[in-house]
């Protein structure tokens, strides 16, 4: 894991639980976030992200 991993953060989709540094297995998580806060809202961010690409293929 490079320094850069280290200071980033990762969501855990399976355990709910946010990372700091990539801990599990890239499959299991999202990210990378700068902040933990960010991290914490990935389900939610991914929610938004969906909107707005289903609102582009409308167009």
Not at 23 to 41: C, H, I, M, N, V
Not at 43 to 50: D, K, L, S, T, W
């Amino acid at each position: 894991m490079s320094e850069r991993d280290e200071l980033h953060w990762w969501y855990n989709h399976r355990t709910g639980e946010v990372e700091q540094g990539p801990q599990s297995l890239g499959l299991d998580r999202d990210g990378p976030y700068a902040t933990e806060a960010d991290a914490r809202r990935a389900p939610e961010i991914a929610r938004e992200r969906a909107r707005a690409w289903a609102a582009e293929e409308e167009e």
